[in-house]
Structures are given as C-alpha cells and as structure tokens.
DNA sequence: CGTGTTCTTGACTTGGCTCAAGATCGGTGG
DNA sequence: CCACCGATCTTGAGCCAAGTCAAGAACACG
C-alpha cells in the first residue's frame, strides 16, 4: 500500500514534476537534481477514493505520478463542486504546507500513483533552493489565477462556452507537461465530473457535448480527448490562455 | 497625484496591513517594524478608476491603506465578473511579484488611497525576513482559498445563498482589520458590482435583498450593512468560516 | 453473460434573466 | 435652500437556459 520510493524507480513520471515546473519557471541544474533525489512515500488510489480529506491536517504534499485527481468540496446537503483538476506533475495540495487545515478535498478520479513529500523535506530542500521556493510560490499563484479563471465561467459564460473553455485548458495543460500527443489526450472524467466542475447538470453537459461532437470541435470517446478545430473552440470559449502563465506554449496552441 | 509616503504619515492606516497579517500569522516585533518602514509611494484613485490593468507589467504592488477595491476580469464582449473585494490592509496584486503579466485589474470602489510598494523593496525586505516572506505566501493561499470557496457558491449555491454567503464572508473580514463596529461595516458597492461578483442579474440581486431586509437578517442603507440576525445568515449560507484561515475569529461571529 | 455505471432522450418545470418604465437618492450648481 | 440630473434602486411582465425526473440504451468489466 505505502513505501519508500527506491532510487531509479518512477524516474520519468518524477521528471514529470521537473517538466512541470519548467513550463513556468526557470530551473537550475541543482534545482532539478534536487528535486529528484527527493524521499517520498509512494501510494496508489484507486478511482474514487479520496487522498486527502477537507478538514485534515496534511503532513506531507502528494504528487501525481500517474493518473488524474481532482479537487472539491461539499455543501452539507450534499451539493459538490469540484475546484480543480490536476494531471500528473502537479502538486494539488502544495498549500498544506502553510494552511494546517484542508478547506478541500483531493480525490482520484482514476487509478492514481502519488508521491508523498513530507513538509519537512520541502522545508529543507526550500531553505537550501531558495529558487525553488519561488518556483512554489509561483505554482500556487497560478493555481489561483486558473480559480479566477474558473470563477468567470462561472459566474458569467454560457454552458456551452464553459464546456469550451475547460477543454482548451486541459488541452494545453496536458500539452504542457508531455501528456498529450497532438491534440489528443486522456482525461479518465465523467459527465457528472464535468457538470460538477462548470456548475452545470449532468444532463445538460450530455447536451452541449452532443453539440460539440456534432460540430465537429472535438470527439470524446470514452477518456480519450481529441480537438478536432482549436480555432472554433477556443473562439466560442474565448479562451486566452495568458492566466495559465505557460512559457513557450506549443506552436499548434497559440 | 504621486509622491512618497512621509514618516508619521497614515500610520494608523499602514497598521492595517500588520492588523491584516497578524490576523492571518505570527510576526516578530522587527518584521512589524520593517512592514511599517517600508518607503512606498501614495496614490489617490476616485471611485470607478482602475488601479491596475489586466495586461499590465507592475512593478510595484499596491496596499490598499483608505477605500475599497475589488479585482475583476471582463469577456470580450463585456460580460464582467468581479474575483474578489479587498477592505483596506489588503495588497489585492501581490501576486505581481511573480507572475508579470496581470491577468485581471483592479479597481477603486470608491475613492481609495494606496500606497505603492516597489517590487525591489518587497523583495529586499523578504530576504532580510524570511517569516514576511512566509506571510505573504500564506496571504496568497488564503486569497486562492477565497476563490475557491467563491466557486463553490458560483456554481453551486442558489441566489438567497450567495448573497448570505458573500455578506457572511464581508462581515469576517472587515472585523478582523478592525473594520467593523460590533454588526455594522462600511462597503461602498453598487447592487449592480454584487450581481457582477455573484453571477447574478443586478434585479435578481435587488430581489434577493429585499427578502434578506424583510426578514430582518440585515439593514442595509447606502454603503452600511448591518448584520441583525447572525446566525439565520450563516445557516441560510451554509457559511463555514475555515476557509478565511483566520485567527481568533470574534467570538460573536464564531 | 450479467451487472452496475455512465450516457442518452423526452417531457416538464423553474430560477433567474431581459426589457422597460418609474421611483428614489445624492450630489451639484444657481 | 432648492431644482435638477445622472446613477441607482425598484417593480412588473414575459421568456428562456438550464434544471429535474424518469426511463431506456450502451458500455465496461468481472
């Protein structure tokens, strides 16, 4: 269930955090080293399972290696929101290491290899790499902006360019750490996650997905992800990906 | 228009900011101290005025030290949503300090002093203290701890909810600046900027309100909100107060 | 090949939107 | 001190995007 990563074990899905952090920042060979050689605990999860629960007191940050997680939280009647989604790479919970008490949850929504990092060995490794404490800093600070980003969806895009808008970003981002050839990609969600992630209903996200494969701007077959024409999804998103803050973006994705 | 902060100057205002901190963190007497030294530049700005602009390189960050403010970001055809409010002692584009291209503006509410803090002087002072540069890490993960639970209401919650919610949320944060006698604060907005922040219709708002003022859970006249029935306020909201992160909550707002 | 999950469809409902007009408020200048 | 004007708030009527409910089809997996 739990164990100590071995060295030369995971070596390319580790590199994924590398990749990661050097699509929006500048790493130094150090840094990256360091970040390797970083002890974690390795955990599995399968589809469902919660990995982290709102109200814990989180002692480490976990790391996707594999798989695909989500973020949300619940209204005591039962309502979910999901927050986030997060292919591997990212570190969903990175705020835990100043914020004691989870206001959120973290679930996998397939089966999902994490990395365990204890707060101390960040701690350490930050005071040593002061770099890469910006390079953290920097990650959550686009966590937030892709919020804002979030939250205008919500608040103010139809449900047909949410669903628009939510593919263009999840395209990119899986561009962005390697996890995407061409346009294609695998996102293990349902329609109920992505009605509970743009606020909508199940129902009506079949709807406008219909639309959509109908038009001819995507297929979506199963988990697998293809835009068909990024031009006519990003124009009825109006998606403008200046808030992922992603350097050199993919040609294709402009 | 422009000029430096003399000493002696606004320093019951720039206490604010210590206020809003030690809401939030721990400081050492010397981290109040170099906070308060801090040589910032003074700007007035008259309701309506952007402060900052999406798009916009800073290089400075600003402290709201008299006024309001709120950050929003508008869709190509107009369609605008506000992300966020900040009551005077918040530094609403803090994350400038990292990711250069503003993503969202920034806006006065109603006339609002700030005081400009360059970039190399924040910079300066965190790598002297790095308990400040802890803060105001831990400020932006409350910030993104903010948007989320906007989302939440965003997407999930009914009309009456959001507005329960936000006025829940507003009445926390303006008494933990020292904002607030007993229920009552002052927030300049328009019923129009609340339906711009709550994915509402300005009628639906005026509607929404109505009924809060008919059951006599708030007063609300011009800019002064007064809260008169806390606690059917916080059920009607499903309003829990983790997510602000912040320390010794009053206790009549407990 | 059976079973639970996910997707799809149709019929109906509704919360919140739009439009438009009138009332009220607060600040300004005479 | 009052008259005026633009901004804000209020109200009513009609509408529509998206929700709910429920049942059947397709799919994935053991």
């Known amino acids: 269930m739990e164990r100590a990563l071995q060295n030369m074990e995971h070596v390319p899905e580790r590199q ?23 002890p974690v605990i390795l955990r599995e999860f399968d ?14 940050c976990c790391l996707i290696l594999t798989g695909f ?17 997060h292919p591997p790479g990212d570190i969903p919970d990175l705020q835990s290491l100043h914020l004691k008490t989870m206001d959120h949850s973290v679930a996998a929504m397939a089966r999902t290899t994490t990395a365990f990092i204890p707060h101390e060995n960040l701690q350490r ?12 800093w920097r990650e959550t600070l686009i966590d937030a902006s892709v919020f804002r ?17 939510l593919l263009c970003e999840m395209t990119l981002r899986f561009a962005a750490v390697g996890l995407a050839e061409g346009m294609t990609y695998q996102m293990p969600v ?5 009605a509970d992630a743009l606020g909508l209903s199940n129902v009506h996200v079949n709807r406008v997905l219909q639309d959509l494969r109908r038009d001819e701007l995507i297929v979506w077959r199963r988990n697998t992800i293809t835009v068909l024409q990024w031009g006519a999804l990003k ?20």
């Open 16 to 38: 994924r955090l590398v990749r990661k952090l050097e699509s929006i920042t500048d790493l130094t060979e150090e840094e990256r080293q360091a970040l390797m050689d970083l």
């Open 47 to 60: 589809a469902g399972h919660d990995i982290v629960r709102s109200g814990d007191h989180p002692q480490s």
């Open 69 to 85: 997680v989500c973020r949300y939280m619940l209204l005591p009647d039962g309502r979910r929101q999901i927050v986030a989604f």
């Open 125 to 136: 490794m930050t005071q040593r790499f002061p770099g890469l404490l910006h390079a953290f």
């Open 149 to 165: 980003a979030w939250m205008v969806a919500l608040g103010r895009r139809t449900a047909h360019e949410r669903v628009a808008h």
């Open 190 to 194: 349902t329609q109920n996650d992505i």
């Open 235 to 254: 124009d009825l998103a109006a998606f403008d990906p200046t808030y992922l803050h992603i350097r050199n973006l993919p040609g294709l994705l402009q």
